[in-house]
């Protein structure tokens, strides 16, 4: 096992990374790997298609929107409050 990948629970920054990467290059993971420091392509893909698979596909992409801005507002209110 390589040492260097980053094998913890993904943090929302990095769900709000991979949600862009695909968003911008669509299911190119290679493209998408360069976007993280210790995500290979692999890992990538698959946590991306096992969140895809908890939803139906012609809902994914706008429970997902709505998901990551509704994080990415809050985030934005809390740093606002410090």
């Not at 360069?34 to 990538?44: A, C, E, Q, T, Y």
């Not at 706008?62 to 410090?82: C, N, P, S, T, Y």
Request: proline residues 2%; hydrophobic residues 35%; charged residues 30%.
């Amino acid at each position: 096992m390589d040492p260097q990948i980053n094998r913890k629970s993904w943090s929302l920054e990095e769900e709000w990374i991979l949600f862009l990467g695909v968003t911008f290059y669509g299911h190119q993971w290679h493209e998408i790997s360069n976007m993280f420091d210790s995500r290979p392509d692999k890992m990538i893909k698959n946590y991306w298609n096992s969140v895809r698979m908890k939803t139906k596909s012609e809902e994914f992409r706008g429970i997902i929107e709505q998901v990551f801005i509704a994080r990415g507002l809050e985030q934005v209110r809390m740093q606002k409050r410090d």
